[in-house]
C-alpha cells in the first residue's frame, strides 16, 4: 500500500533563510508525486507536481522539488523564505495504474517564518 | 472561473444529531472528491464519484456516512448520527476528467465540523 511521511510537523525559519521541506514515500511502482500548500481558513493548493520527465520540478512562487528514486524522497525547497510562504504543506503520491486521481497524503508540515 | 463552493463553513452539533455538506464543483469537472481532515493529520479520502458514479468508497463509515452526486454535479455529504471523532474539517474536491490521471485536485474552502 502507498504511503506518505512528512519529516518534522513543524519547522521554523528565518525571513531570507532556506526552506527545506521533507518527503518520503512507499510506493510499489514510480508513482506522480505532488505538494500542495494550505493558508489559513483556505481549501488546499497545488505547488508542484512531478509525474514524468524532469526530475527538479518548479511550481509556483519560488518552489521546487526533487523527486530521487534511489531515496524514495519528494523533498520541497525554496532558496529564500518569505513571510507569505508561513501555511502548511502537503506532500501527496498518486498511484498511476490506479488512474483514478486519488491522493494519499502526509500528515502536513506547519512552515513559520520568522522575521 | 468560480472555485469548488462548499457549504455551511462551519457546523457544530451535538452527538447523534445529523448533519450534511454540499459541494459544488468547477464547472465541467467530471470527478468529484470528499476528503476527511481531523486536525494535526492530512487529508484522507472519502468517496470519489466519476460524474454521478462511485468510484472509491472503501474509506467511507458506510454505517453513519453517505454521500451522493445526483445529476453528476453538485453532492451531499451526510453524517448520521454523528460521533465526537467525526469532529473534523471537510473537503470537497474536483478534477477534469482528462486529469483524473495525473492528480491535478481543486480543493473547496472545507466544511468545519464539531461535534460536542
Known amino acids: 500500500a502507498q504511503s506518505v511521511t512528512q519529516l518534522g510537523s513543524h519547522v521554523s525559519v528565518s525571513e531570507g533563510a532556506l526552506v527545506l521541506l521533507r518527503c518520503n514515500y512507499s510506493?510499489?511502482?514510480?508513482?506522480?508525486l505532488f505538494w500542495y500548500v494550505q493558508y489559513p481558513n483556505q481549501g488546499l493548493q497545488l505547488l508542484l507536481k512531478?509525474?514524468?520527465?524532469?526530475?527538479l520540478v518548479k511550481g509556483i512562487n519560488g518552489f521546487e522539488a526533487e523527486f530521487k528514486k534511489s531515496e524514495t524522497s519528494f523533498h520541497l525547497t525554496k532558496p529564500s523564505a518569505h513571510m507569505s510562504d508561513a501555511a502548511e504543506y502537503f506532500c501527496a503520491v498518486s498511484d498511476p495504474p490506479s488512474n483514478t486521481g486519488k491522493l494519499i497524503f502526509g500528515q502536513g508540515t506547519t512552515l513559520q517564518v520568522k522575521p | 472561473e468560480a472555485g469548488v463552493a462548499q457549504s455551511p463553513r462551519y457546523k457544530i452539533i451535538e452527538k447523534r444529531q445529523s448533519v450534511a455538506f454540499w459541494c459544488n464543483p468547477i464547472?465541467?469537472?467530471?470527478?468529484l472528491y470528499w476528503y476527511q481532515q481531523i486536525l494535526g493529520q492530512g487529508p484522507k479520502l472519502l468517496i470519489q464519484f466519476q460524474n454521478n458514479g462511485v468510484v472509491d468508497d472503501s474509506q467511507l463509515p458506510k454505517d453513519r456516512f453517505s454521500a451522493e452526486r445526483l445529476k453528476g454535479v453538485d453532492s451531499t455529504l451526510k453524517i448520521q448520527p454523528a460521533k465526537l471523532e467525526d469532529s473534523a474539517v471537510y473537503l470537497c474536491?474536483?478534477?477534469?476528467?482528462?486529469?483524473?490521471?495525473?492528480?491535478?485536485?481543486?480543493f473547496g474552502e472545507g466544511s468545519r465540523l464539531t461535534v460536542l
Open positions: 474536491a474536483s478534477s477534469l476528467r482528462g486529469q483524473v490521471n495525473t492528480g491535478e485536485l481543486f
Open positions: 512531478y509525474t514524468t520527465g524532469a526530475t
Open positions: 464547472s465541467g469537472h467530471a470527478t
Open positions: 510506493s510499489s511502482v514510480p508513482p506522480y
